[in-house]
């Protein structure tokens, strides 16, 4: 039910209440507004009128009947769904940061741009990177910011002839995009049976023309990419930058950096590994990272830390820390977003780093990587088939159930629609589309082992309910509001309007 159909009219409450009945009046009402009566509609607009206590239970009842970290196991692999810390909201709701208007002066912004600069270092250490860009709002941004950066070093050494980006099988649907968006062609390279990149592959589609490859380690497979420095030695002897889509940097946080693998540029998904809930498209942050020979491309602004210009008592800690500019980095690639990212989301990802410390950073790794070998393996001793068995998990692993469809009709979609009736979002369905019917399976640090075999459970029964009562699970989900839902039909013909039945 929609809360316009919870509309009576005339229904007020009054903490809404607007002091001058007005705003929805038009100018027949004699508002003391000050707008001009032009610029003022004629009509009331349809909003709905409902009491405090109307509205209070009815948004509270939807947020129930979603599914969300805060309720329910989510292990959406690749996406990292993970605890989100209320310290993290609390610090990075502090009013004074809540209130900085975004054209306030940098002299009375001194402390968020303290916060915003020891961010930047803090994942210049995490990566390995020689310096880094909070701006982009997306991981999917944060690549095309990458790519964009490569391309602009290509031009700037006016080496033209390099026209196409390699990109493995399995990798993200983003990075392909990404690469086609900053005008190449993309060259596609596969995977070889154990879940690496095929090396030989690789090496006959490298040449002159190659940009630059973008990988994911590790992968979206689950596997660390083992030959990771031939990789890195096969592009870079032909002229070209590696691109890490740094998606899965929670199986190697404060293990391993990626400017050690060779990588030239980096964007790390603040969303997945560094906290900050995510779905529904939003909100993000896609930081990136750059070697050396990036820097000067940068998108901007970044936060510089300098002397004070006139050393004064007031200065914090004798620095002073300023947005950089064109006139600093004239050959950036330029401006992400209206003012300076997505300053909440930072910030919570700052307190996060915080609280962890690098210390805390390798427990995430372990604990990560710990939990999903246990989940692989118990699923592995329960007879179901992992895509990669002979491979230790990092942070995720698929299962397939390939054989289950084979043997009695019901899919990873069937099965995954099921796992609702049993209290769990699903892990991510068909992606990667190298393996059939696959299940793509991230519990994260942030899970008990009690959860865990809770899930094993589920997916234990709901193989048996496969074969002795198919039809269950096939018109799963029994117990949410809503049952399969046409995803093509939402995605083409989106309707949001709502309009008074007449
Ligand atoms: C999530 C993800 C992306 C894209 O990040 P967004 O923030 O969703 O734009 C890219 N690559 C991989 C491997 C991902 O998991």
Redesign the pocket.
Known sequence: MLIFERSHPGRRNAAQAPHHSVVIGGPSTGLRTGIPAVLLREDRPLLPEASEMDVVRHYTRLSQKNFSIDTHFYPL????MKYNPRACNTLAMLPNFLARHPLAPEASGQGVLACLYDLQEILKDVSGMAGVSLMPM??????FAGIAMIRAYHDARNDMARTEIIVPDA?????PATAVMCGYTVKEIPTDANGDVDLDALRAATGPQTAGLML?NP??LGVFEKRIADIQKIIHDAGGLLYY????LNAILGKVKPGDMGFDVI?M?L??TFSTP?GG??P???AVGVAQRLLPFLPLPVVAKEPPPQPSPASEGGSHYRYLTEADLPQSIGRLSAFSGNIGILLRAYVYARMLGAEGMHRVAEFATLNANYLMAELHKAGFTVAFPQRRASHEFIVSMKPLKDATGISAMDVAKRLLDKGYHPPTTYFPMLVPECLLIEPTETESKETLDGFVAALKEIRDEAHAAPELVKGAPHTMPVRRLDDVKAARELDLAWKPAV
């Open positions: 692999g690749s996406c990292t997306a991981g999917a941004q944060g690549e990798a993200h649907g983003t990075n994911t992968s979206t889509d740094g998606a899965n964007h998904n969303h997945k995510h498209g939003g993000g942050a896609g």
